[in-house]
Each structure stands twice: as C-alpha cells, then as structure tokens.
C-alpha cells in the first residue's frame, strides 16, 4: 500500500503547490460516510499511480483553512494540482474508472 501524506497548513505549499509531479488532495472527514468509501479507492489509486502520481489528505477539521481557501463545500472532494494549480475537481464518493479518467484527462 502506497504511504499518503496528511496535509496541515505548515506542509500544505512544501507538498502540494512546490510539488514536481501531480498531486492528488483528498480532503475529507472521520465522521463522512462518502470518505470512509472513497478512501480505500483513492488508496489504490496511491499504489498504482505511485510513480507518475502522489497523493495527499486533508482532513478539513484538522486543516479547516486550507479547506476554506479551496472552497471545500462537500466531502469527499478530490482536487488534482499540477505545478501547482488546480486541473480537476471531483465531488463526491464516484467510482474509481471515473477518478482515473478524469486524472488521466486533466493530465493529458
């Protein structure tokens, strides 16, 4: 199983927005449903994208600021940055062919 990185307000630019590769950021919650599905397949994606692909959480009660400057309505959201924008936007617990394509899409 790929290793994710859990995202503060202190890691946040370092990780993400310095990144060389694209990241994918979960934002989530312990109490949502929809993220509890979503993890495992965003856990697998972690794996089989590991050496094009890294992947991060934010879990928006621990990190509510970067939550607010994303505008994080909804859990589970899913956002793709590359060189630090972002390229994709998924909301939502969606299957994970859909997650893949719209990464490999923005991506392209």
Known sequence: MAQHIMLSSSNFASE???AK???LVDFFATWCGPCRILG????EIA???ADTL???KVDIDDAPVIAQQY???SVPTLLLFKEGKV??????AQPKPMILAAI???LA
């Open 54 to 56: 890294k992947v991060c």
């Open 71 to 73: 505008r994080i309505m």
């Open 40 to 43: 495992p397949v965003v856990e």
């Open 16 to 18: 993400v927005l310095e």
């Open 47 to 49: 794996t089989e994208r």
């Open 87 to 92: 390229v994709q936007q998924l909301v939502g």
């Open 104 to 106: 490999d899409k923005a």
């Open 21 to 23: 590769q694209p990241v």
